[in-house]
């Protein structure tokens, strides 16, 4: 497949147009013309593309790229050595922030939910393409429970935040979760006040703490790379099944 048909076919998938994001979604760095096998991964990081280069792959396919808005545009030091890599081999290297975690099939928030059992998924904020959603599990479980399900599913231990440590009136059960992967621990606040039992993020900040204890709603952190692992990986799976593409996930561990 041409690089550039690659391109079209991508950004119509995730609907590239209708999202404002930090970084440019698309090409980000041009490789060879003709592409038949593609790594994907969570973060063009160098070990990734070292491990892209060793296989012989003509494209990568990330969720977190390059070229972010205010980052320093010169291409030196660790960023120059990483689009050096890109160029000497001739691989090209496709970058898709927002649009692969809001994605309705192959996002990482209705990835993450489809492994935790979490069904009917539903905006959280007033707009369609809002970036937090929530659901509901088909049977209520404890905390403890569904702290044990992630880390069966993600194969690490969340960090939690029990409501019940200072609340009058926690959720004793958990059935209305919401979730935003990665960085998304802010939308606690706007999950309590739709009534949320419980919300999942990857990452947690301090006053995240305080927001679950005092609002009555469990929180799990569950590792921004672990929680957005499934997006990028079901996309690549969805070349391979549509397009004929050869397409491998690599997965480059990452505790945070």
């Given at each position: 497949?041409?690089?550039?048909?690659?391109?079209?076919?991508?950004?119509q998938?995730?609907?590239?147009?209708?999202?404002?994001?930090?970084?440019?979604?698309?090409?980000?760095?041009?490789?060879?013309?003709?592409?038949?096998?593609?790594?994907?991964?969570?973060?063009?990081?160098?070990?990734?593309?070292?491990?892209?280069?060793?296989?012989?792959?003509?494209?990568?396919?990330?969720?977190?790229?390059?070229?972010?808005?205010?980052?320093?545009?010169?291409?030196?030091?660790?960023?120059?050595?990483?689009?050096?890599?890109?160029?000497?081999?001739?691989?090209?290297?496709?970058?898709?922030?927002?649009?692969?975690?809001?994605?309705?099939?192959?996002?990482?928030?209705?990835?993450?939910?489809?492994?935790?059992?979490?069904?009917?998924?539903?905006?959280?904020?007033?707009?369609?393409l809002?970036?937090?959603?929530?659901?509901?599990?088909?049977?209520?479980?404890?905390?403890?429970?569904?702290?044990?399900?992630?880390?069966?599913?993600?194969?690490?231990k969340?960090?939690?935040?029990?409501?019940?440590e200072?609340?009058?009136?926690?959720?004793?059960?958990?059935?209305?979760?919401?979730?935003?992967?990665?960085?998304?621990?802010?939308?606690?606040?706007?999950?309590?006040?739709q009534?949320?039992?419980?919300?999942?993020?990857?990452?947690?900040?301090?006053?995240?703490?305080?927001?679950?204890?005092?609002?009555g709603?469990?929180?799990?952190?569950c590792?921004?790379?672990?929680?957005?692992?499934?997006?990028?990986?079901?996309?690549?799976?969805?070349?391979?099944?549509?397009?004929?593409?050869?397409?491998?996930?690599?997965?480059?561990?990452?505790?945070?």
């Open positions: 497949m041409n690089q550039f048909e690659l391109e079209r076919l991508l950004n998938k995730l609907n590239i147009a209708a999202i404002s994001d930090y970084a440019p979604n698309g090409l980000q760095v041009e490789g060879r013309a003709e592409i038949h096998k593609i790594v994907t991964g969570v973060t063009a990081s160098q070990a990734l593309i070292d491990k892209a280069v060793a296989c012989n792959a003509d494209a990568i396919i990330v969720h977190h790229g390059y070229f972010w808005k205010n980052e320093d545009p010169c291409l030196r030091g660790m960023k120059g050595k990483r689009i050096k890599t890109l160029l000497v081999n001739d691989i090209n290297l496709y970058a898709y922030h927002l649009p692969l975690d809001v994605h309705p099939e192959l996002g990482n928030n209705a990835r993450l939910a489809k492994l935790l059992g979490i069904e009917n998924l539903r905006p959280l904020e007033s707009d369609t809002s970036i937090p959603v929530f659901g509901q599990l088909a049977q209520p479980v404890s905390p403890a429970d569904f702290s044990q399900r992630i880390e069966r599913v993600l194969k690490r969340p960090t939690v935040c029990n409501a019940e200072l609340s009058q009136n926690p959720p004793h059960l958990i059935r209305k979760i919401g979730i935003c992967t990665g960085g998304g621990q802010g939308y606690i606040d706007l999950a309590a006040a009534g949320c039992d419980a919300f999942i993020s990857g990452e947690i900040s301090e006053q995240t703490t305080h927001s679950a204890r005092e609002q709603i469990h929180y799990f952190a590792g921004h790379h672990a929680t957005e692992r499934y997006g990028v990986w079901a996309l690549g799976e969805w070349l391979a099944q549509e397009y004929k593409l050869e397409a491998e996930f690599i997965d480059i561990d990452n505790p945070a």
